[in-house]
């Protein structure tokens, strides 16, 4: 009981004040535990809500909280492969790391993990969702475009090769001394045809699957 009332103690203020953070981020107000509650309003009345709202979700009579649980785990799942992709992403903007960026052979292992975590979210997602799918072919249907995916990178991680090759080595020196331009003066990336119907698709799988995330959690609701 002591450990579960500690892990809940430590999620429920880490997520809810990465979440008040990243609101900060977002409409680009005060945020900081550092500022007092008159100079940080916003930052601290998201935290302060969000903390009332899961607490009073938990205090509802009757209200099924393994479901809740389950439903939430599949949510990370679903989100956090989804975030590795604008990870590798950031890790290939030049303007942001300068000399830093992936090299194309890291590209290549990148894609493969990421494609992996994906297919992953893709499974979770759909066997929680529609219990009766065929898994075995599921699992090869999604194995089937990892290592597709994984060979396009390749192929792409070739001419990206040999584009780069032509271009002025950096010295250890230089590369030491880089450092990032201030946010301000960053440059909105340009993304290309490609790039930009990836990431449509994948706005829409992250849509759909929360979609039906709530429409089975609540199904699994009723029928209790």
């Known amino acids: 009981a002591l450990l579960l009332l500690d892990a809940s103690i430590v999620g429920a203020s880490a997520v809810t004040l990465a979440t008040s953070y990243a609101f900060g981020d977002i409409f680009g107000v005060r945020q900081s535990l550092n500022r007092r509650i008159g100079e940080a309003r916003t930052f601290y009345g ?36 989804s975030a590795t992709v604008f990870a590798l992403l950031l890790c290939n903007d030049a303007e942001v790391l300068g000399p830093w960026i992936n090299k194309p052979w890291l590209n290549v292992v990148a894609v493969l993990i990421v494609g992996v975590l994906l297919a992953l979210s893709v499974f979770l997602v759909l066997t929680t969702v529609f219990p009766s799918i065929n898994v075995e072919v599921l699992a090869i249907v999604l194995a089937v475009f990892v290592l597709a995916g994984t060979a396009a990178s390749g192929a792409w991680g070739l001419q990206e090769q040999k584009r780069l090759s032509g271009r002025r080595v950096m010295s250890r020196e230089e590369r030491v001394n880089w450092r990032m331009p201030a946010l301000a003066l960053l440059q909105r990336p340009k993304w290309s045809p490609v790039r930009r119907v990836a990431i449509v698709t994948l706005s829409g799988y992250l849509v759909f699957a929360i979609l039906m995330l709530i429409v089975r959690a609540v199904q699994l609701a009723i029928a209790r």
Do not use: N, Y
């Open 46 to 81: 998201s935290f302060t809500a969000m903390v009332a709202l899961a607490a009073g979700l938990v205090l509802i009579p009757g209200a099924p909280l393994g479901i809740i649980t389950t439903a939430v785990q599949v949510l990370a799942g679903i989100l956090l492969p």
